[in-house]
């Protein structure tokens, strides 16, 4: 980068591109949500047939193409902003050089030198200290001056105090043009980066790429995304959404294009903008979890063998088996497990529009350890009635399918108990959940550990609603779920209108009182023949100092304070509804249970029915 360059550079070019880039990845996501919430979800609720699901793995695949642009475009307006940010410091460097040697008629040459004039003489016969040009670096003594060492007063050339002034200039010089020269040296190859195959498909490689791409922008842009500061630390919802709200348009595509995960995550800022996050993240993930999954070996197709002991043969794992394992197994298991997570959240994703159902937005999502998922069915931030339901042990990212379809179910049932009512139902795995229900479901640092994040993410959809009034929200826990909701009560303020508990093995609290909800909004199911409850009421129950030590209650008691709902078989006029039973029967399509959860939901009170 020489002079010349850097003085006539126009950063404002690169800035008008970075624009239409970012345009263009706003016409790339618009085009993608167009497709799969409109054509796509219109086509699976009015169509059928051989024809239809090839035109939508069509649509799907050209969806998956505008996404792709979407990413890549967006990174490419990301690296030109922060091309520009770094080419603004040095050029104004080099400009505010310039103008102080324009101010001290001094002459700056193409090479970046500066010639001063000639100084003004100690004596009335002395001659004037001679002028001279000099580059950065320069000895600021007088050419010809003998050391400091031993320069004696009166001896030697009259020093020029201009040649310090000049030196100094110089200096700034070479070190604004060296600024410019490495950040084009690192932005160069940034840029070049940011291009896809020559081919017309989008495949996992690609995502992956993108993935990589997105690491190298982030790492050469440090420096513009801490100009421009990231969210609070430690930050309330309300924190979070009026950080969002103060970005432009260029800053919060810079953290959407380098820092989606951290975005995604934010509580208060509106759901669409989490959504477009977390689907970056899913992506991304999905075809690197592949990439992965496809480099190990299969496992071997013998996994068992028999041999003979003293008590007869005992199946062992074959020697071939226990190699690749200890090798490749627990990565093998997770990715395997991971992939199908992701599998069930891209059906849920491809399901819109099927019965009238509503988009999904992906509100949080990691595969790390056992997953994240936070999946809603509907615009919470539009919805009138917001349900968020928290599942217990066992939940993880591999079984999320069952716990995602529970919401979809109860967003179907809450249409049928009030076809033009808004809601949104949620299924909240933003916790690590207990695995084991004799290991882990025992112990409460799982609820508490988890309480202050679901708190969290309660407060977050008050921040970011958008719709006039205030919504109805639900809170819903099925068995150590709803341990954590009543963990996050007792230690919080629990942001909720109503609670229901499904299967609960006790909430750390033994009065509905204690709940953060008005009297009369803590509803409670136990179906028969689940065992759950009785057996958590000696670890997760609570106790009233009224009743005395030593007494543990659940929210199936009576004395409790909840208000029991019916599981049971109904027939109210020509419906007919079904019983429930065992611990995993309170999402059941069609049934008492359901029905009950629906009603509550979109606020119809009356409606509920009471055990027989």
């Not at 002395?126 to 031993?150: Q, Y």
């Not at 081919?199 to 997105?214: E, F, G, K, P, R």
């Not at 994040?453 to 958008?466: C, E, I, N, V, Y």
Request: hydrophobic residues 35%; charged residues 25%.
């Amino acid at each position: 980068m020489d002079l010349a360059t850097l003085k006539a550079l126009q950063p404002s070019e690169f800035a008008q591109a970075a624009d239409g880039y970012r345009a263009s990845s706003d016409m790339a996501s618009a085009a993608k949500d167009h497709i799969d919430n409109v054509v796509a979800a219109s086509m699976r609720g009015s169509l059928k047939g051989e024809a239809r699901d090839a035109a939508l793995a069509e649509l799907k695949q050209l969806s998956a193409n505008f996404h792709y642009a979407q990413i890549e475009c967006g990174l490419v307006s990301t690296a030109l902003n922060g091309f520009v940010h770094d080419m603004n410091a040095a050029r104004g460097k080099l400009l505010s050089a310039l103008a102080d040697a324009e101010a001290l008629k001094f002459t700056v040459g193409a090479d970046g030198s500066v010639t001063y004039p000639p100084g003004e003489p100690r004596t009335m016969v002395e001659l004037p200290p001679a002028g001279g040009t000099v580059t950065a670096g320069a000895d600021p003594r007088a050419p010809g001056a003998p050391p400091p060492s031993v320069l004696r007063p009166g001896a030697g050339p009259a020093p020029n105090p201009h040649r310090a002034e000049a030196i100094a200039l110089a200096d700034r010089i070479a070190a604004a043009l060296k600024e410019a020269t490495e950040t084009d040296a690192k932005w160069e190859p940034r840029v070049r980066a940011l291009k896809a195959d020559d081919d017309l498909t989008v495949s996992a490689h690609d995502l992956a790429d993108a993935q990589s791409d997105m690491a190298g922008v982030r790492e050469a842009g440090k420096g513009y995304l801490e100009s421009i500061g990231g969210p609070p630390k430690d930050a309330t919802p309300a924190q979070n959404a009026d950080w969002w709200k103060g970005l432009t348009p260029q800053q919060r595509e810079a953290y959407l294009s380098l820092q989606p995960d951290v975005v995604g995550r934010l509580d208060g800022l509106p759901a669409e903008v989490r959504d477009e996050a977390n689907r970056i993240v899913f992506d991304e993930k999905q075809a690197g979890y592949r990439i992965r999954l496809d480099a190990i070996p299969k496992p071997p197709a013998e996994e068992w063998t028999y041999i003979v002991t003293m008590g007869g043969a005992a199946k062992v794992h074959t020697d071939e088996w226990m190699a690749w394992d200890r090798k490749y197994g627990d990565d093998y298991r997770h990715l395997t497990d991971s992939v199908k997570g992701m599998d069930a959240i891209q059906k849920r994703f491809d399901a819109t529009g099927t019965e009238g159902l509503p988009e999904a937005y992906l509100l949080g999502f990691s595969p790390d350890g056992h997953g994240r998922a936070i999946v809603a069915t509907g615009n919470p931030d539009t919805a009138q009635h917001q349900a968020v339901y928290v599942p217990g042990t066992g939940s993880d990212l591999d079984s999320v399918e069952g716990n995602i379809n529970r919401m979809t179910d109860l967003w179907r049932q809450t249409h049928q108990a009030s076809p033009n009512a808004s809601v949104s139902t949620i299924t909240w795995l933003g916790y690590d959940a207990p695995q084991s229900p004799v290991k882990d479901a025992p112990f409460e640092h799982y609820a508490y550990d988890g309480a202050p994040a679901f708190r969290q993410f309660m407060d977050g959809l008050d921040a970011s609603h958008s719709a006039p009034g205030d919504p109805h929200r639900t809170a819903i826990g099925h068995s150590y779920g709803s341990t954590l909701i009543g963990a996050a009560a007792e230690k919080g303020n629990l942001n909720t209108d109503d609670v229901i508990f499904a299967g609960s093995p006790g909430v750390k609290v033994g009065s509905a009182a204690e709940m953060d909800v008005p009297k009369g909004h803590v509803w409670n199911q136990e179906a028969d023949g689940d065992k759950v409850p009785d057996i958590g009421r000696y670890g997760h129950g609570g106790s009233q100092w009224r009743l005395g030590g030593g007494t543990f209650l659940i929210p199936s008691d009576e004395a409790f304070g909840a208000i029991q709902m019916n599981t049971d078989a109904e027939v109210r006029g020509t419906e007919r509804t079904t019983r429930s039973e065992g611990h995993s029967e309170y999402w059941t399509p069609g049934s008492t249970a359901l029905r009950n959860q629906g009603l509550v939901v979109v606020g119809q009170y009356g409606d509920v029915t009471a055990p027989q």
